[in-house]
């Protein structure tokens, strides 16, 4: 036999803890929104250098290769990567 007898739980403690939570959720969005805000913009401003970056060098090796059949990839990775 258990003569563990759980303690009367009142509707009215889910209800204020529902309301903590909804409290909580909401004051954590209007902090977290700038913090995201500042995240996001340094983000997409190094990953908008990085795309331009890899661009100018994949531009370069194709005219390189076309013009003068010089491969800048090898040349920058070297020997590494190729078979």
Not at 53 to 68: G, W
Request: aromatic share 22%; net charge positive.
């Amino acid at each position: 036999m258990n003569a563990y007898r759980p303690a009367p739980y009142s509707n009215w403690i889910t209800v204020l803890k529902i309301i903590l939570l909804i409290i909580a959720l909401y004051f954590s969005a209007i902090i977290l929104s700038q913090v995201f805000t500042w995240f996001f913009s340094i983000a997409f401003v190094v990953i908008r250098i990085a795309v331009y970056f890899v661009t100018s060098i994949l531009v370069l090796h194709f005219f390189l290769k076309l013009l003068f059949g010089y491969d800048l990839l090898r040349f920058i990775l070297g020997s590494r990567f190729s078979r």
